[in-house]
């Protein structure tokens, strides 16, 4: 699983609260992303690092913002969480050595009513 | 930019029978090929994958794949399905790191729900 934890697992929110998502991993990779996962359309990428401090968007990145202050963790944040970011969000890690995959966390479930 | 498309959104098949799962990419670039599997409420692992070499690729519980790039496809197929291969099985692509970094970026199709009945 390389080692790809995230947190919460699950959680409802209020429309405009702000939401943060952790993804922590224990083995030092430079590549991580978020994805939302909806039904239809596969899995779609929101951000992206590419080392401390390094970001950037990906094709859905409106309402979402990203830190990566340390190497092992990636937060994602929903500044005022909406009913349309209600989805499964997905951390993955980039092994870009021999096995040149990307590895994914559990995923969380997020509600927004 | 790719794209990545699924042309079954759900399979239905009987235990024992052959599968094939279907998948079309477009890139103007060239591609690596990759498909993951997710059983129901879990994570998604990976298949298998083609970066370079065989175009028949093999992968993990039995399952295949074969990278056909004048037809630009990369379908999945198994000769004989158990109850246990029920899960959402998906395409990704993602550019070669020729003439430049990819940052690892995936590309997903919309995926494919296999169910296998008895």
């Known amino acids: 699983d390389a080692g790809i934890t995230q947190s919460p697992r699950h959680k409802v929110t209020e429309t405009g609260t702000p939401v943060t998502l952790r993804c922590h991993q224990t083995e030092n990779h430079r590549y991580m992303y978020w994805y939302r996962q909806d039904p239809g359309h596969g899995l779609r990428l929101i951000h992206y690092s590419y080392g401390v401090k390094d970001t950037d968007k990906g094709e859905v990145s409106d309402g979402y913002s990203v830190s990566r202050s340390k190497t092992e963790d990636f937060l994602l944040t929903l500044e005022s969480a909406t009913s349309s970011q209600t989805s499964v969000y997905f951390c993955?890690?980039?092994?870009?050595?021999?096995?040149?995959?990307?590895?994914f966390g559990p995923g969380t479930r997020l509600t927004v009513l | 930019a790719q794209s990545v498309t699924q042309l079954d959104s759900q399979v239905p098949v009987f235990e024992e029978a052959p599968v094939e799962l279907r998948c079309n990419y477009s890139s103007s670039v060239s591609v690596y090929l990759f498909w993951y599997v997710q059983y129901p409420n879990q994570g998604l692992q990976l298949l298998l994958k083609?970066?370079?070499?065989?175009?028949l690729v093999k992968g993990i519980n039995g399952f295949e794949a074969e990278f056909n790039k004048s037809q630009t496809s990369f379908h999945l197929r198994k000769p004989s399905v158990h109850i246990s291969d029920t899960a959402e099985y998906f395409c990704a692509v993602r550019r070669t790191n020729a003439g430049g970094t990819s940052y690892g970026k995936l590309t997903f199709g919309q995926g494919t729900i296999l169910t296998v009945h008895p």
């Open positions: 083609y970066l370079s070499g065989s175009t």
């Open positions: 993955a890690i980039w092994s870009s050595g021999v096995a040149d995959t990307q590895y």
